[in-house]
């Protein structure tokens, strides 16, 4: 088989639909080497657009769609369920007028955030031999959310305070 032959055959397996991978494979040549050959040759014929086919949902699995995401059951836990795709799920529940639930954990989540109460952290620190880290987790809080607070009082101009003094303690 000459160059020209396996050209063409490789060109009329990429427009069958073979991927590059197995059009190397079966001549024994990279990817790469298959897509250079293929930009020689002329252009392939554009494919055809495949319809978009979507899976009815009745009436009934859309309350139970509304029911289930109410209790908080996660969109893709839901979709396992119906046999559809979590984006069926939130489509359902956007046609609906339901709004997604990740506004809502957002809100929750900064409801759980830790709030600290800067002068009894000072006065734990000042009058014990607590570390930094030790009285965060007594808040039960992380160090880094500690430093947070600080800061923004800081920026806010309620608070003046270098945060340094907490590595310069001398015991």
Same mark, same amino acid.
């Given at each position: 088989?000459?160059?020209?032959?396996?050209? @063409?055959?490789?060109?009329?397996?990429?427009?069958?639909?073979?991927? *590059?991978?197995? +059009?190397?494979?079966?001549?024994?040549?990279?990817?790469?080497?298959?897509?250079?050959?293929?930009?020689?040759?002329?252009?392939? /014929? !554009? /494919?055809?657009? =495949?319809?978009?086919? =979507? &899976?009815?949902?009745?009436?009934?699995?859309? &309350?139970? +769609?509304?029911?289930?995401?109410?209790?908080?059951?996660?969109?893709?836990?839901?979709?396992? +369920?119906?046999?559809? $795709?979590?984006?069926?799920?939130? =489509?359902?529940? #956007?046609? *609906?007028?339901?709004?997604? #639930? =990740?506004?809502?954990?957002?809100?929750? *989540?900064?409801? !759980? @955030?830790?709030?600290?109460?800067?002068?009894?952290?000072?006065?734990?620190?000042?009058? $014990?031999?607590?570390?930094?880290?030790?009285?965060?987790?007594?808040?039960?809080?992380?160090?880094?959310? *500690?430093?947070?607070?600080?800061? @923004?009082?800081? &920026?806010?101009?309620?608070? !003046?305070?270098? #945060?340094?003094?907490?590595?310069?303690?001398?015991?």
């Amino acid at each position: 088989m000459n160059f020209a032959d396996r050209n @063409r055959e490789i060109w009329e397996l990429r427009k069958a639909g073979a991927s *590059l991978e197995v +059009i190397g494979r079966k001549f024994y040549i990279s990817r790469q080497c298959v897509f250079q050959i293929l930009q020689r040759m002329p252009p392939l /014929p !554009k /494919p055809k657009p =495949r319809p978009k086919i =979507r &899976k009815p949902v009745s009436p009934e699995q859309q &309350k139970e +769609i509304v029911k289930l995401y109410a209790e908080n059951v996660p969109s893709t836990e839901i979709g396992k +369920i119906f046999g559809f $795709s979590h984006h069926v799920v939130l =489509r359902v529940l #956007r046609e *609906l007028g339901l709004v997604k #639930r =990740r506004y809502d954990s957002i809100k929750a *989540l900064n409801a !759980k @955030r830790k709030k600290y109460d800067y002068e009894e952290v000072m006065r734990l620190y000042r009058e $014990s031999d607590m570390d930094v880290k030790d009285i965060a987790k007594m808040f039960g809080g992380t160090l880094r959310g *500690l430093f947070t607070t600080i800061d @923004r009082l800081r &920026k806010a101009g309620k608070l !003046k305070f270098n #945060r340094q003094i907490y590595f310069n303690r001398e015991n």
